[in-house]
């Protein structure tokens, strides 16, 4: 079975800039956190969906947001980049729904980010 | 989700057995107890999991003591590829919370020849 993939695994955008990053679960899975790792901040949640609806959210601005396609399939947007958001982004996703999923969430190698 | 408090870095050999020890003093009673593995720009992976006393795949062992206040995970003959950061996380995934894991600073293992 395939793991999560994401695209692209690199990318350098400008300050203003907008990106779309794209993350394809496991398939199966419907369930797709989105998170954000610095060296400063950790790793932070960023947002998650289930069957195409935003279920939670973490404490970041409205420049950043997300989607879910019918197919499980994912895309986070950062609109206005700024300097501080070059970071290693990840996808995550999970099986199941509800307690039965217990904290086990697959992630993919991430898309790496860099603003300047 | 419970806080987690995990030693920022260990040392090791080798061969020798790892014990990474997390503190989770709020836990609560429908928590599970997970441990994450990074590599360098690497997206973390599951190690193991458990509620409550021993726990035990090919990877590695969790020990959880009767209270469930702290746990251990235990990598037996380390080599060097195990070299990482190993994130302790506390809690349990409700369906109307959604999936949102808590990570810490995580432990940062170095494994040396």
């Known amino acids: 079975k395939a793991g999560v993939t994401q695209t692209p695994r690199y990318l350098i955008k400008t300050r203003g800039q907008q990106v779309t990053l794209s993350c394809s679960p496991i398939?199966?899975?419907?369930?797709v956190s989105w998170y954000q790792q610095t060296p400063g901040q950790g790793l932070q949640f960023l947002f998650e969906?289930?069957?195409?609806?935003?279920?939670n959210k973490g404490n970041f601005p409205g420049r950043f947001s997300g989607r879910q396609f019918s197919n499980s399939r994912s895309e986070m947007n950062v609109s206005t980049l700024e300097l501080g958001d070059s970071a290693l982004y990840l996808c995550?996703?999970?099986?199941?729904?509800?307690?039965?999923?217990?904290?086990?969430?697959?992630f993919g190698a991430g898309t790496r980010l860099s603003v300047l | 989700l419970a806080k987690t408090t995990q030693p920022i870095s260990m040392d090791s050999y080798e061969g020798q057995e790892v014990n990474i020890t997390c503190s989770h003093n709020?836990?609560?009673?429908?928590?599970?107890i997970t441990w994450y593995q990074q590599f360098p720009s690497q997206g973390p992976r599951f190690i193991i999991q458990?509620?409550?006393t021993k726990v035990t795949n090919e990877v590695a062992s969790l020990f959880i003591p009767a209270d469930r206040k702290s746990s251990t995970l235990s990598l037996p003959r380390v080599s060097l590829s195990d070299t990482a950061v190993y994130y302790c996380?506390?809690?349990?995934?409700?369906?109307?919370?959604?999936?949102?894991?808590?990570f810490g600073q995580g432990t940062e293992l170095s494994v040396k020849p």
């Open positions: 995550a996703s999970s099986p199941l729904a509800g307690v039965q999923a217990k904290n086990i969430q697959y």
């Open positions: 398939s199966g899975h419907r369930s």
């Open positions: 969906y289930f069957s195409e609806t935003q279920r």
């Open positions: 709020n836990i609560a009673t429908n928590d599970y």
């Open positions: 458990g509620y409550k």
């Open positions: 996380l506390v809690g349990v995934l409700i369906y109307n919370q959604g999936g949102k894991l808590i």
